[in-house]
């Protein structure tokens, strides 16, 4: 979800960060489904991470991350970043707010490898 914003990096012009900021939110998955943005992936597996869906595969089976703090951040940042989807998207985000919004993409995928490692860790032993 930061791909091309970590590529970027911090020296990167304001207009590189504004692209790869929009890059990584709105052209985040490209398959055989066509191109999903973050917030439509994030939209699809909230359901399931808050327990209003079944788990994907495994029928009968639901997450509950409500009360995880971990989670917490992640929906946080995505409650302060749906607000600017047109500007993102526009590719028209300037600072200050791109510094803001950057920051809070960062703290959503890292929240996002955390959840994803204590899976894996929890999975494998």
Sequence with gaps: ???QLR???PQ???QERSSALTEDLCRTRRGPRGTQSAFDLYDEARTWLIGEADLP???GQRAKLTDDPVW???DDAFQRLRPHREA???G???PPLLDELVATVFEASD???RLAQRYSEASHG
């Design 12 to 14: 990167a012009t304001a």
């Design 111 to 113: 929240g996002f490898r």
């Design 72 to 74: 917490n951040v992640i």
């Design 92 to 94: 028209s985000v300037r």
């Design 1 to 3: 979800m930061s791909l």
């Design 7 to 9: 590529f970027a990096g």
């Design 57 to 59: 595969g495994v029928p």
């Design 88 to 90: 993102i998207a526009a």
